[in-house]
C-alpha cells in the first residue's frame, strides 16, 4: 500500500477532504483526524468504503505503520 | 510564495552522479549531446557546472512556457509568472537527473530536457489553475455531445445512448468512482489536479477510471448498445 509523504495540507485543502470524508459516512471526529495530517490516501479511503469496509476499518487499515495508532 | 532556486538545485549537485548508461550506442549522440552526458555523469565541479548551465537552459524553457500561456492565466499576479517558472525548472532538473540514463539520443539532448521543463510548467499551471477552487464532482449539466447534423434517426439514437449511459453511471458505478469519472471526463478537472487533492497518485485514479469505464461498457453492452463506431466515428 503507498505511504504518502506527511505534508499538513493548507486549511482550505483540509477542509475540502474532511468534507468529502464525511459525505462518504465519515463521522466528523474521525474525517477531521484524518485530514489534519495530510498523510492519509483520500482515494484509497473511499475505494475500501466503495467496497463495504466501515469506515473505522478503512481508517485503520491504511494507517502508516510507522505512527502510533491514534485513539478512536 | 518564491522558492530560491539555486538552493534548491545545489543538493542535487552535491550528491554523488548516478550511474549512466545510455541506451544509444555512443557512437549514434551527437557531440554537444556526448558532452552534456559526459559532464552530468561526471564528478566534482564539472557536473557542478554543468548542472548550472542545465538549470539555466530549464529555466529558460519553463519561462517560455509559462509566458506562451500567460494571456489565458488572469489568476496569476506578476511574480507567479517567474515563481511557477522556478519551481518548474528545479522540478524539471531532478527529473533529468534521475532519469540521464534513459536518454536514447532520438533527438538532441537538450531538445529531450526541454520536454521535462515544457511538462513541469503545464503541470504547474493546471495545479494553480484549480488552486483554491471547488472541484465539481458531479455533472452540472450533460454535455451537448451532438458536434454535426444529425438526422432525426441519428440524433434519437444519439439520445438514447446518452440517456442510457446516464443511467449506467448513475447505477452501475459506485460512489467514489462516479465522482472520480464525473469530475475527469465531464468536468474537466486535471487528473494531477484530482490526486493532489486526494493525496494520491495519478496511477491510482486511472485504475479506477479504468474500471468505471469497463463497468458502463458491460451495462451498455448488456442493455443491447453496442459501443464499436462506424466509419463516420460515432457509435452505432
Redesign the interface.
Request: glycine share 6%; with cysteine; proline share 6%.
Given at each position: 500500500m503507498?505511504q504518502?509523504t506527511a505534508q499538513s495540507?493548507t486549511p482550505?485543502?483540509g477542509e475540502?477532504?474532511r468534507r468529502?470524508l464525511i459525505a462518504?459516512g465519515f463521522d466528523e471526529t474521525l474525517a477531521a483526524r484524518l485530514t489534519r495530517d495530510?498523510?492519509?490516501?483520500?482515494?484509497?479511503l473511499?475505494?475500501l468504503?466503495?467496497?463495504g469496509c466501515p469506515p473505522e476499518l478503512a481508517a485503520r487499515i491504511l494507517a502508516p505503520l510507522d505512527t502510533p495508532a491514534a485513539p478512536s | 510564495m518564491r522558492r530560491p532556486a539555486v538552493d534548491t538545485v545545489r543538493p542535487v549537485a552535491s550528491e554523488p552522479a548516478p550511474r549512466v548508461a545510455p541506451a544509444s550506442p555512443a557512437g549514434t549522440l551527437d557531440a554537444e549531446s556526448r558532452r552534456w552526458l559526459e559532464a552530468l555523469s561526471g564528478t566534482g565541479h564539472a557536473r557542478d557546472e554543468a548542472i548550472g548551465r542545465l538549470h539555466e537552459l530549464l529555466l529558460r524553457a519553463a519561462r517560455f512556457e509559462v509566458s506562451r500561456r500567460r494571456l489565458g492565466l488572469p489568476y496569476l499576479r506578476g511574480g507567479d509568472h517567474d515563481d511557477l517558472a522556478q519551481q518548474s525548472a528545479d522540478d524539471a532538473l531532478v527529473a533529468v537527473l534521475a532519469k540521464l540514463a534513459d536518454f536514447r539520443g532520438e533527438s538532441r539532448f537538450t531538445t529531450w530536457v526541454y520536454k521535462f521543463a515544457l511538462y513541469e510548467a503545464a503541470v504547474k499551471l493546471r495545479r494553480r489553475a484549480w488552486q483554491d477552487r471547488e472541484l465539481p464532482l458531479e455533472p452540472d449539466s450533460w454535455p451537448d455531445i451532438a458536434s454535426r447534423a444529425l438526422s432525426p434517426e441519428e440524433h434519437a439514437a444519439e439520445s438514447e445512448l446518452l440517456g442510457a449511459l446516464r443511467d449506467a453511471i448513475n447505477d452501475a458505478l459506485s460512489a467514489h468512482q462516479r465522482e472520480v469519472l464525473v469530475a475527469i471526463t465531464l468536468n474537466d478537472v486535471p487528473i494531477d489536479v484530482l490526486a493532489e487533492r486526494l493525496n494520491t497518485t495519478r496511477g491510482a485514479l486511472y485504475k479506477t477510471l479504468h474500471d468505471a469505464r469497463r463497468k458502463l461498457r458491460a451495462r451498455l453492452a448488456a442493455g443491447g448498445l453496442d459501443l464499436t463506431s462506424n466509419d463516420a466515428g460515432h457509435p452505432r
Amino acid at each position: 500500500m503507498r505511504q504518502t509523504t506527511a505534508q499538513s495540507p493548507t486549511p482550505a485543502l483540509g477542509e475540502w477532504r474532511r468534507r468529502r470524508l464525511i459525505a462518504a459516512g465519515f463521522d466528523e471526529t474521525l474525517a477531521a483526524r484524518l485530514t489534519r495530517d495530510g498523510i492519509v490516501d483520500l482515494h484509497e479511503l473511499l475505494v475500501l468504503l466503495d467496497r463495504g469496509c466501515p469506515p473505522e476499518l478503512a481508517a485503520r487499515i491504511l494507517a502508516p505503520l510507522d505512527t502510533p495508532a491514534a485513539p478512536s | 510564495m518564491r522558492r530560491p532556486a539555486v538552493d534548491t538545485v545545489r543538493p542535487v549537485a552535491s550528491e554523488p552522479a548516478p550511474r549512466v548508461a545510455p541506451a544509444s550506442p555512443a557512437g549514434t549522440l551527437d557531440a554537444e549531446s556526448r558532452r552534456w552526458l559526459e559532464a552530468l555523469s561526471g564528478t566534482g565541479h564539472a557536473r557542478d557546472e554543468a548542472i548550472g548551465r542545465l538549470h539555466e537552459l530549464l529555466l529558460r524553457a519553463a519561462r517560455f512556457e509559462v509566458s506562451r500561456r500567460r494571456l489565458g492565466l488572469p489568476y496569476l499576479r506578476g511574480g507567479d509568472h517567474d515563481d511557477l517558472a522556478q519551481q518548474s525548472a528545479d522540478d524539471a532538473l531532478v527529473a533529468v537527473l534521475a532519469k540521464l540514463a534513459d536518454f536514447r539520443g532520438e533527438s538532441r539532448f537538450t531538445t529531450w530536457v526541454y520536454k521535462f521543463a515544457l511538462y513541469e510548467a503545464a503541470v504547474k499551471l493546471r495545479r494553480r489553475a484549480w488552486q483554491d477552487r471547488e472541484l465539481p464532482l458531479e455533472p452540472d449539466s450533460w454535455p451537448d455531445i451532438a458536434s454535426r447534423a444529425l438526422s432525426p434517426e441519428e440524433h434519437a439514437a444519439e439520445s438514447e445512448l446518452l440517456g442510457a449511459l446516464r443511467d449506467a453511471i448513475n447505477d452501475a458505478l459506485s460512489a467514489h468512482q462516479r465522482e472520480v469519472l464525473v469530475a475527469i471526463t465531464l468536468n474537466d478537472v486535471p487528473i494531477d489536479v484530482l490526486a493532489e487533492r486526494l493525496n494520491t497518485t495519478r496511477g491510482a485514479l486511472y485504475k479506477t477510471l479504468h474500471d468505471a469505464r469497463r463497468k458502463l461498457r458491460a451495462r451498455l453492452a448488456a442493455g443491447g448498445l453496442d459501443l464499436t463506431s462506424n466509419d463516420a466515428g460515432h457509435p452505432r
